[in-house]
């Protein structure tokens, strides 16, 4: 086949370099997903701690509490 | 088992990319017989050429996982041939608009070297059923392992075979008794080839750094929430043993 014009050819060319970089895109979005569930995952698990942490801080108050408190 | 992300390598990638492509436009004449549209092999074959080297990579890792036991070469083979998968892809779009331009149809079924690259690439589609249907986490890192090495050895048999073939309408550009491509042309493939490989690899490092940060924020969660959040999503690749780490 002969050798297409280059207003033909251009658009065949740009076609598989669009492919190429929608493909790499399409791959930054996904990964940009995950990065964000991962995030929101985090965010949860640090919250989780926070409650365990304070919650923990609590625990040994009340327990001089009682053994100060007079006993009968 | 930790992974990081890069941090020089994307850089490194997108300058090494960016100056192939700007070569391909702006340096490189165009091919005698083709024309423009020969400008669409400086990034087809690069795509074509890193995901077969990728597949066997990903045997190499698999043969190391199998001979180690540890699970990490089983997480890097899975990554490798996750990538390769996706470059299989690009590399068949912009093979398919390559021969609509060339030779007037999207497909050649008599042609050795597009229907054997179809060939690699749906024996590699098959990895993921392959591998998910095996319930035991370390006998679908095994039999996984076992896939990827079969099929990796398989890529160079086929690439000899396709080259002992009669048939070739595919162009042969590389060490032909024509003389191969002339030096301005080699001299851009050489560097749109870096620039792919370097993608390659800037791809892995990213995907093995995510599989790392879900695998510890699953470990995390267990140990947070006890029990109970065992269920919760993680890495559907096999878990990695304590004594694995590191």
Same mark, same amino acid.
């Given at each position: 086949m002969p050798a297409l014009p280059l207003d033909e050819a251009g658009k065949y060319v740009a076609g598989a370099y669009v492919v190429f970089l929608a493909l790499l895109l399409i791959y930054v979005a996904i990964m940009s997903i995950r990065l964000s569930r991962i995030d929101r995952e985090l965010a949860e698990l640090a919250e989780l701690a926070e409650e365990r942490a304070a919650s923990g801080e609590r625990r040994p108050a009340s327990a001089e509490e009682r053994e100060e408190a007079p006993v009968g | 088992m930790s992974f990081r992300a890069p941090r020089i390598l994307p850089a490194l990638t997108v300058a090494v990319l960016t100056a192939g492509f700007a070569l391909v436009f702006l340096w490189t004449p165009n091919d005698? +017989? %083709? /024309?423009?549209? %020969?400008?669409?092999f400086y990034l087809h074959v690069p795509l074509a050429s890193t995901a077969l080297i990728g597949f066997m990579v990903a045997a190499v890792q698999a043969i190391l996982h199998l001979r180690s036991g540890n699970p990490k070469w089983d997480v890097r083979a899975y990554v490798s041939i996750h990538i390769s998968v996706i470059f299989g892809v690009g590399a068949l779009i912009t093979g398919a608009i390559w021969a609509k331009a060339s030779? /007037?149809?999207?497909?050649?079924?008599?042609e050795p070297t597009l229907v054997s690259f179809l060939i690699v690439f749906l024996l590699y589609c098959t990895y993921y059923p392959l591998r998910y249907a095996i319930e035991d986490r370390e006998r679908q890192a095994r039999y996984a392992s076992v896939f990827a090495i079969m099929a990796g050895a398989f890529v160079p048999l086929n690439f000899l075979a396709v080259r002992l073939? %009669?048939? &070739?309408?595919? !162009?042969?550009?590389?060490?032909?008794? $024509? #003389?191969? &491509? !002339?030096p301005k042309m080699m001299l851009t493939f050489l560097i749109c080839f870096a620039g792919i490989a370097l993608l390659w690899e800037t791809l892995v490092r990213f995907e093995l750094a995510s599989k790392s940060s879900r695998a510890k924020l699953g470990r995390l969660r267990r140990a947070l929430e =006890? +029990? $109970?959040?065992? #269920? %919760? !999503? =993680?890495?559907?690749i096999a878990p990695v043993p304590r004594e694995a780490r590191g």
């Open positions: - | 005698a +017989d %083709q /024309g423009f549209i %020969q400008k669409i030779w /007037g149809a999207w497909w050649v079924w008599d073939a %009669q048939t &070739l309408i595919h !162009p042969r550009v590389f060490a032909t008794s $024509d #003389g191969g &491509l !002339p =006890g +029990d $109970d959040a065992a #269920g %919760q !999503p =993680g890495s559907r």
